[in-house]
T-cell receptor
Framework: NAGVMQNPRHLVRRRGQEARLRCSPMKGHSHVYWYRQLPEEGLKFMVYLQKENIIDESGMPKERFSAEFPKEGPSILRIQQVVRGDSAAYFC??????????????FGPGTRLTVL | SQKIEQNSEALNIQEGKTATLTCNYTNYSPAYLQWYRQDPGRGPVFLLLIRENEKEKRKERLKVTFDTTLKQSLFHITASQPADSATYLCALAPSNTGKLIFGQGTTLQVKP
């Protein structure tokens, strides 16, 4: 059973470009979470999605950031008009169920975004 | 304000000793608390989960305690090994929504 997959692993963008980060959850998992880790800081929650629905986006910046988890295909975190402050590691996690026994989250390897 | 705090200073211990890491929180009533391990350049890996009605949980050389009165969790690694060197993150779930709030992590260095 493959783990959570993220691609690309490294992404370099110039200021003003768009960044698209992809996440394929573990097989059988329908819950996806995105977190951001800035250098020397902890993981910060961004958004929680189920298939085709955004459940909690309280950690998402109000502008330029969006996320989706379509019925088919990976979850996408999209950052428009990137700025240097967006440089960070972005982690995706998935879980099979919320509120039940399996509450742990399985993390992907992350996408390291560098904005020049 | 709501906070979750871990010792920001690195913890250095000798191989074979017990490592104890602390996680304190304020203004949360978490349904459960989790501990993760993170190695440089990699994603966190789940270690243990403890629910609000549990005082202690064990898994092999790992032990977690959860004191909802003190608002504190302690994470112990007994008979520590150099391979245990990593950053350890505590995370709490403010409610049963799946969202996790992470502490900033404590780096453990186990010296042979």
């Amino acid at each position: 059973n493959a783990g959570v997959m993220q691609n690309p692993r490294h992404l370099v963008r110039r200021r003003g470009q768009e960044a698209r980060l992809r996440c394929s959850p573990m097989k059988g998992h329908s819950h996806v979470y995105w977190y951001r880790q800035l250098p020397e800081e902890g993981l910060k929650f961004m958004v929680y999605l189920q298939k085709e629905n955004i459940i909690d986006e309280s950690g998402m910046p109000k502008e330029r950031f969006s996320a989706e988890f379509p019925k088919e295909g990976p979850s996408i975190l999209r950052i428009q008009q990137v700025v240097r402050g967006d440089s960070a590691a972005y982690f995706c996690a998935s879980s099979p169920e919320v509120g039940g026994f399996y509450n742990e989250q399985f993390f992907g390897p992350g996408t390291r975004l560098t904005v020049l | 304000s709501q906070k979750i705090e871990q010792n920001s200073e690195a913890l250095n211990i000798q191989e074979g000793k017990t490592a104890t890491l602390t996680c304190n929180y304020t203004n949360y009533s978490p349904a459960y608390l989790q501990w993760y391990r993170q190695d440089p350049g990699r994603g966190p890996v789940f270690l243990l989960l403890i629910r609000e009605n549990e005082k202690e949980k064990r898994k092999e050389r790992l032990k977690v305690t959860f004191d909802t009165t003190l608002k504190q969790s302690l994470f112990h690694i007994t008979a520590s090994q150099p391979a245990d060197s990593a950053t350890y993150l505590c995370a709490l779930a403010p409610s049963n929504t799946g969202k996790l709030i992470f502490g900033q992590g404590t780096t453990l260095q186990v010296k042979p």
